[in-house]
């Protein structure tokens, strides 16, 4: 094989792996759907059957079986009604009479998904936990020409791989094949949100369809049915809930519309003559925003691994050899950063822009925009715990002078000097719970209550603060005394300067962009301020120290608000962003200063 | 304008053996300019820096203008001192950094800036006085560390090296203007460093210094053609001095027939009294070659410097290495033997030790 068919081979086979694993996700994804949609007909059903059933004269918490046969039977047959149902009476099969009845041990403990079937407990009316029997659907197989169509992944796939060996074997521009590899991404990203779409779809058709027959089998007495007897029917919708409300619209197919600003997918039922209900439920297919990156990102990785291919190939063994192992020494720092800063960061960012979830069964979360944030700037407590941390980094300029004086003191060699520096950083290497909890004692001391107090707590966290972190400062500044040059001190005292003088007009100035990251990694380090608050006062008393770290805190732990709590916590982060910016702004120009 | 007496001084540091300065003893006249001379490491700028009072010495007084100022702090010696790598204060610009010393002193704000005017006329920096020192060359930091030493007219000007970070041609220009300007100022001037061409062409007086130790002090004349020992004797002119080790033999009644004998070289010497081990000095435009078997020996040749004006070649002469600096362009092969011919008018001759003999 020459050099160009053999890339073109290498090239076209992993252009393949990188296909199927797209359409593999895509499918996995599509499955996933399809199965939900399954479950949360099943849901329906079962409410179906507990409100249009009457309860069984001998035992009112089991169901009339006579009329759960029937109608069972009569579901199965229901025009337009096209997902295989199976309803079972305890462990007997209702529709298909003949069918294998369920596993005892399932009805005592129904599992949600089972050989291709969706399984809900079916209860009865009066005792809901009681379960009766087992209602049992599979998704719908798609009939007609959508049946036939094997979705837009797998052309998309061909076409991608057929590109990748084209641009291999330098028919194609890159270009070609970076576009083909986005064309399979969206196609398998539109496959995926067609299947969320036809899960959203099938259940409104599926529970439609429902309404309408329970609205003429509800049991008697009644004149006309009533919108509440008929939302236990839409208790399967799932995240973000359902509505049913009475409308004019004649539609009976689904099909999205805004309402009060949210998209919102509709479908119209008949209830009765001339009387016409809405069914409004969330999108699923609002929720696959993060399948359209990850699908995008996994198919470029086709195009990514031809570039590296290519450089392979241009680049000198050695080298290439150099750059693997560099990226090898690279690799576990480059995973901690990503597990625990970027996804952590990442995942926060999502939060703050997600409502919260349908619960651990149903983790979707519905997307609300700055919706959080709002609510957040609003919060009049939020910008309480800003003026409070403000204030509390009032600290940070003290503790900085003090560092600063000691430095100078200590900067000295000498066993005293070395002795007492270690003194000032022994609060550093302490946990700071322990050095709560003994500034905790010393606080109890004395007449009066000072952590206890809302006008002397802050101050008390404040003299802590000051008393850890004039250690940590102090080595910085330390460390910056050293780096002065010696000369330009001897330069001052052969001019004639004074002690004071020297410090005044060589040493600080010399000092600026030492005492400058000081002070401004000081105030960082106090605005995420939380160990003393949450151990020591946890906020109070009245406010007086909730800072910022511990407002988000109780909005995420004690509210379970963690979309508000991560949206707080982005702001704290732009704040700070703000901050850390300024700072790099000033070490500029202040870090001119070389020593010449 | 003063004098400045080092007497009995030593220095050692903590925990090191040896002290870095030992037992000096140097006058340094008014109004004169004396070089401390040696390589890095013997200790003058410790003595410089004893004389500012940046430095306390172990023994030993300071004395300027026949005052002990051993213990006295450094501003109140009236010193000016250029630092090697001029130190001026990074953050503030050159008029700022000029007037520093007059600004801590207390001068009134008119007279800071009429001697900064001043100081930075005479060096040729009166544009340069807004910068920072990280805006200027080489030679404008000299001149500004130089302005700022100027401006508080003191009594005794200290240069540690303060040519040693400029490049060779404004070394040379420089080094005349430091001339000039002493020669104007009519001050006291120690000067320490360790480039002999330096020490030459500027010190009216040097002193050597080795290993902590003061070896000869004297005008440039005096130290260059009667050097008090071989490592003086070695520490002035290019290419150092020939120091040949080897034997006087001969007989006491013919002065003919003493003979100094090291390597291949039988070389006619004129010794006292002198029996044994002894070495010869001998610098390399007292070399000259002839043709093999003329003259006080034979060497091969090992490497020959084609300068233009002068020609250095480098012999081995019988086991001892040997220099020869010959006047303008002479043809001579590397590898080839020639003979060599000694000025005996030039020789300096030196004990085991290393001491002057005659």
Same mark, same amino acid.
């Given at each position: 094989m020459n050099g160009v068919r053999r890339r073109a081979v290498i090239t076209a086979a992993l252009a393949a792996l990188v296909a199927l694993a797209v359409l593999a996700a895509a499918r996995w994804e599509e499955g996933r759907f399809a199965r939900a949609g399954a479950v949360r007909i099943a849901r329906s059903t079962a409410a179906y059957f507990a409100v249009v059933t009457p309860a069984s004269r001998v035992d009112? $918490? =089991? +169901?009339d079986l006579t009329q759960l046969f029937a109608q069972a039977r009569a579901l199965a047959t229901l025009p337009g009604w096209v997902w295989p149902v199976e309803i079972y009476h305890g462990t007997a099969p209702l529709v298909d009479a003949g069918g294998a009845p369920l596993p005892a041990a399932e009805l005592e403990r129904v599992p949600e998904w089972r050989d291709g079937a969706a399984l809900v407990p079916l209860r009865g009316r009066s005792d809901a936990a009681t379960v009766v029997g087992v209602v049992a659907i599979r998704p719908a197989r798609p009939r007609g020409v959508a049946g036939l169509l094997p979705g837009w992944g797998l052309p998309a796939a061909l076409l991608a791989v057929g590109v990748a060996a084209a641009v291999a074997g330098g028919r194609r521009p890159r270009r070609d094949g970076i576009v083909a590899a986005l064309i399979l991404g969206l196609a398998a990203y539109a496959d995926v949100r067609g299947a969320a779409r036809r899960s959203t779809n099938d259940w409104l058709t599926a529970t439609r369809l429902l309404m309408q027959e329970a609205a003429t089998r509800l %049991? !008697? %007495? #009644?004149?006309r049915v009533t919108l509440s007897a008929l939302t236990p029917l839409t208790l399967g919708a799932g995240a973000g809930g359902a509505e049913l409300v009475w409308a004019d619209s004649t539609t009976q197919e689904p099909r999205r519309a805004r309402v009060r600003g949210t998209s919102v997918a509709v479908v119209a039922a008949r209830l009765g003559s001339g009387r016409w209900a809405d069914l409004r439920t969330s999108p699923a297919e609002a929720f696959t925003s993060v399948w359209l990156a990850g699908l995008l990102g996994l198919a470029l990785l086709g195009p990514l691994g031809f570039a590296a291919l290519q450089w392979g190939e241009r680049t000198a063994p050695g080298e290439v050899r150099e750059a693997a192992t560099a990226w090898a020494f690279l690799a576990p720092a480059g995973l901690h950063l990503a597990v625990f800063s970027i996804a952590p960061l990442l995942f926060t960012l999502y939060l703050a822009v997600h409502g919260p979830s349908g619960g651990f069964l149903d983790p979707v979360r519905p997307y609300v925009g700055l919706a959080n944030l709002r609510a957040v700037v609003r919060d009049p407590l939020v910008w309480g715990s800003l003026g409070t941390t403000a204030l509390y980094a009032l600290y940070v300029p003290v503790s900085t002078a003090l560092a600063l004086a000691v430095a100078l003191v200590l900067s000295r060699p000498g066993r005293a000097a070395l002795v007492l520096r270690a003194a000032f950083v022994l609060p550093v290497m302490s946990s700071g719970v322990a050095v709560a909890l003994v500034a905790q004692s010393f606080a109890g001391l004395g007449a009066r209550d000072w952590l206890g107090s809302p006008r002397t707590a802050l101050l008390v966290l404040m003299v802590l603060s000051i008393w850890t972190q004039v250690g940590t400062q102090m080595m910085v500044f330390l460390v910056g005394l050293r780096r002065i040059p010696g000369t330009y001190l001897d330069a001052a005292r052969v001019d004639g300067a004074n002690a004071w003088q020297r410090f005044r007009r060589v040493t600080f100035p010399l000092l600026k962009p030492i005492t400058l990251f000081v002070l401004v990694t000081g105030v960082i380090g106090a605005a995420q301020m939380f160990t003393y608050v949450y151990v020591l006062t946890g906020g109070g008393p009245l406010h007086a120290t909730d800072v910022i770290l511990r407002r988000v805190f109780e909005i995420g732990w004690d509210s379970l608000e963690f979309g508000r709590a991560s949206a707080l916590s982005v702001l704290v982060f732009v704040l700070l962003l703000g901050v850390t910016a300024m700072q790099f702004k000033l070490l500029a120009r202040e870090g001119r200063v070389e020593h010449a | 304008m003063a004098s400045v007496t080092l007497r009995g001084l030593t220095v050692s540091f903590d925990g090191? !053996?040896?002290?870095? +300065?030992?037992d000096l003893t140097l006058e340094v006249l008014d109004g004169e300019l004396l070089v401390l001379l040696g390589p890095s490491g013997c200790g003058k700028t410790t003595a410089l820096r004893c004389i500012a009072g940046l430095e306390h010495p172990t023994a030993g007084d300071v004395l300027i203008d026949e005052r002990v100022v051993t213990r006295v702090p450094p501003a109140d010696r009236n010193v000016a001192m250029v630092f090697q790598n001029y130190a001026l204060y990074p953050h503030l610009t050159v008029a700022e950094n000029i007037g520093f010393a007059l600004e801590v002193r207390g001068a009134s704000r008119a007279d800071i800036d009429r001697r900064v005017a001043d100081a930075a006329a005479r060096l040729g920096i009166a544009d340069l006085l =807004? #910068? #920072? %020192? &990280?805006? +200027?060359?080489g030679g404008q930091r000299q001149r500004a560390a130089l302005a700022r030493a100027m401006v508080r007219e003191p009594a005794v000007f200290l240069l540690d090296e303060p040519l040693s970070h400029l490049d060779a041609n404004l070394r040379v220009e420089l080094r005349a203007e430091l001339v000039a300007l002493h020669r104007a100022l009519g001050a006291t001037m120690v000067y320490v460093t360790h480039d002999q061409g330096e020490a030459m062409t500027m010190g009216q007086r040097i002193a050597v210094l080795h290993e902590g130790r003061l070896r000869q002090v004297g005008t440039p004349a005096e130290v260059y053609q009667r050097p008090a020992d071989v490592i003086v004797a070695r520490s002035l002119g290019t290419p150092a001095m020939n120091v040949l080790a080897g034997r006087a033999r001969g007989t006491a009644d013919s002065l003919e027939d003493r003979m100094f004998e090291s390597g291949s070289l039988q070389i006619p010497v004129a010794l006292p009294t002198y029996e044994g081990e002894i070495q010869i000095g001998v610098r390399p435009e007292h070399v000259g070659v002839c043709a093999v &078997?003329? !003259? $006080?020996g034979n060497g091969d040749i090992l490497i020959v410097e084609l300068l233009g004006n002068e020609t250095v070649v480098h012999l081995n002469a019988g086991g001892q290495p040997l220099i020869a600096r010959l006047p303008g362009l002479v043809d001579v092969q590397v590898g080839t033997r020639v003979g060599l011919k000694v000025d005996r008018r030039h020789l300096h001759l030196f004990d085991a030790s290393g001491v002057r003999i005659q």
């Amino acid at each position: 094989m020459n050099g160009v068919r053999r890339r073109a081979v290498i090239t076209a086979a992993l252009a393949a792996l990188v296909a199927l694993a797209v359409l593999a996700a895509a499918r996995w994804e599509e499955g996933r759907f399809a199965r939900a949609g399954a479950v949360r007909i099943a849901r329906s059903t079962a409410a179906y059957f507990a409100v249009v059933t009457p309860a069984s004269r001998v035992d009112s $918490a =089991e +169901l009339d079986l006579t009329q759960l046969f029937a109608q069972a039977r009569a579901l199965a047959t229901l025009p337009g009604w096209v997902w295989p149902v199976e309803i079972y009476h305890g462990t007997a099969p209702l529709v298909d009479a003949g069918g294998a009845p369920l596993p005892a041990a399932e009805l005592e403990r129904v599992p949600e998904w089972r050989d291709g079937a969706a399984l809900v407990p079916l209860r009865g009316r009066s005792d809901a936990a009681t379960v009766v029997g087992v209602v049992a659907i599979r998704p719908a197989r798609p009939r007609g020409v959508a049946g036939l169509l094997p979705g837009w992944g797998l052309p998309a796939a061909l076409l991608a791989v057929g590109v990748a060996a084209a641009v291999a074997g330098g028919r194609r521009p890159r270009r070609d094949g970076i576009v083909a590899a986005l064309i399979l991404g969206l196609a398998a990203y539109a496959d995926v949100r067609g299947a969320a779409r036809r899960s959203t779809n099938d259940w409104l058709t599926a529970t439609r369809l429902l309404m309408q027959e329970a609205a003429t089998r509800l %049991p !008697g %007495p #009644r004149i006309r049915v009533t919108l509440s007897a008929l939302t236990p029917l839409t208790l399967g919708a799932g995240a973000g809930g359902a509505e049913l409300v009475w409308a004019d619209s004649t539609t009976q197919e689904p099909r999205r519309a805004r309402v009060r600003g949210t998209s919102v997918a509709v479908v119209a039922a008949r209830l009765g003559s001339g009387r016409w209900a809405d069914l409004r439920t969330s999108p699923a297919e609002a929720f696959t925003s993060v399948w359209l990156a990850g699908l995008l990102g996994l198919a470029l990785l086709g195009p990514l691994g031809f570039a590296a291919l290519q450089w392979g190939e241009r680049t000198a063994p050695g080298e290439v050899r150099e750059a693997a192992t560099a990226w090898a020494f690279l690799a576990p720092a480059g995973l901690h950063l990503a597990v625990f800063s970027i996804a952590p960061l990442l995942f926060t960012l999502y939060l703050a822009v997600h409502g919260p979830s349908g619960g651990f069964l149903d983790p979707v979360r519905p997307y609300v925009g700055l919706a959080n944030l709002r609510a957040v700037v609003r919060d009049p407590l939020v910008w309480g715990s800003l003026g409070t941390t403000a204030l509390y980094a009032l600290y940070v300029p003290v503790s900085t002078a003090l560092a600063l004086a000691v430095a100078l003191v200590l900067s000295r060699p000498g066993r005293a000097a070395l002795v007492l520096r270690a003194a000032f950083v022994l609060p550093v290497m302490s946990s700071g719970v322990a050095v709560a909890l003994v500034a905790q004692s010393f606080a109890g001391l004395g007449a009066r209550d000072w952590l206890g107090s809302p006008r002397t707590a802050l101050l008390v966290l404040m003299v802590l603060s000051i008393w850890t972190q004039v250690g940590t400062q102090m080595m910085v500044f330390l460390v910056g005394l050293r780096r002065i040059p010696g000369t330009y001190l001897d330069a001052a005292r052969v001019d004639g300067a004074n002690a004071w003088q020297r410090f005044r007009r060589v040493t600080f100035p010399l000092l600026k962009p030492i005492t400058l990251f000081v002070l401004v990694t000081g105030v960082i380090g106090a605005a995420q301020m939380f160990t003393y608050v949450y151990v020591l006062t946890g906020g109070g008393p009245l406010h007086a120290t909730d800072v910022i770290l511990r407002r988000v805190f109780e909005i995420g732990w004690d509210s379970l608000e963690f979309g508000r709590a991560s949206a707080l916590s982005v702001l704290v982060f732009v704040l700070l962003l703000g901050v850390t910016a300024m700072q790099f702004k000033l070490l500029a120009r202040e870090g001119r200063v070389e020593h010449a | 304008m003063a004098s400045v007496t080092l007497r009995g001084l030593t220095v050692s540091f903590d925990g090191a !053996g040896q002290a870095a +300065l030992h037992d000096l003893t140097l006058e340094v006249l008014d109004g004169e300019l004396l070089v401390l001379l040696g390589p890095s490491g013997c200790g003058k700028t410790t003595a410089l820096r004893c004389i500012a009072g940046l430095e306390h010495p172990t023994a030993g007084d300071v004395l300027i203008d026949e005052r002990v100022v051993t213990r006295v702090p450094p501003a109140d010696r009236n010193v000016a001192m250029v630092f090697q790598n001029y130190a001026l204060y990074p953050h503030l610009t050159v008029a700022e950094n000029i007037g520093f010393a007059l600004e801590v002193r207390g001068a009134s704000r008119a007279d800071i800036d009429r001697r900064v005017a001043d100081a930075a006329a005479r060096l040729g920096i009166a544009d340069l006085l =807004e #910068r #920072r %020192p &990280d805006q +200027l060359s080489g030679g404008q930091r000299q001149r500004a560390a130089l302005a700022r030493a100027m401006v508080r007219e003191p009594a005794v000007f200290l240069l540690d090296e303060p040519l040693s970070h400029l490049d060779a041609n404004l070394r040379v220009e420089l080094r005349a203007e430091l001339v000039a300007l002493h020669r104007a100022l009519g001050a006291t001037m120690v000067y320490v460093t360790h480039d002999q061409g330096e020490a030459m062409t500027m010190g009216q007086r040097i002193a050597v210094l080795h290993e902590g130790r003061l070896r000869q002090v004297g005008t440039p004349a005096e130290v260059y053609q009667r050097p008090a020992d071989v490592i003086v004797a070695r520490s002035l002119g290019t290419p150092a001095m020939n120091v040949l080790a080897g034997r006087a033999r001969g007989t006491a009644d013919s002065l003919e027939d003493r003979m100094f004998e090291s390597g291949s070289l039988q070389i006619p010497v004129a010794l006292p009294t002198y029996e044994g081990e002894i070495q010869i000095g001998v610098r390399p435009e007292h070399v000259g070659v002839c043709a093999v &078997d003329k !003259g $006080a020996g034979n060497g091969d040749i090992l490497i020959v410097e084609l300068l233009g004006n002068e020609t250095v070649v480098h012999l081995n002469a019988g086991g001892q290495p040997l220099i020869a600096r010959l006047p303008g362009l002479v043809d001579v092969q590397v590898g080839t033997r020639v003979g060599l011919k000694v000025d005996r008018r030039h020789l300096h001759l030196f004990d085991a030790s290393g001491v002057r003999i005659q």
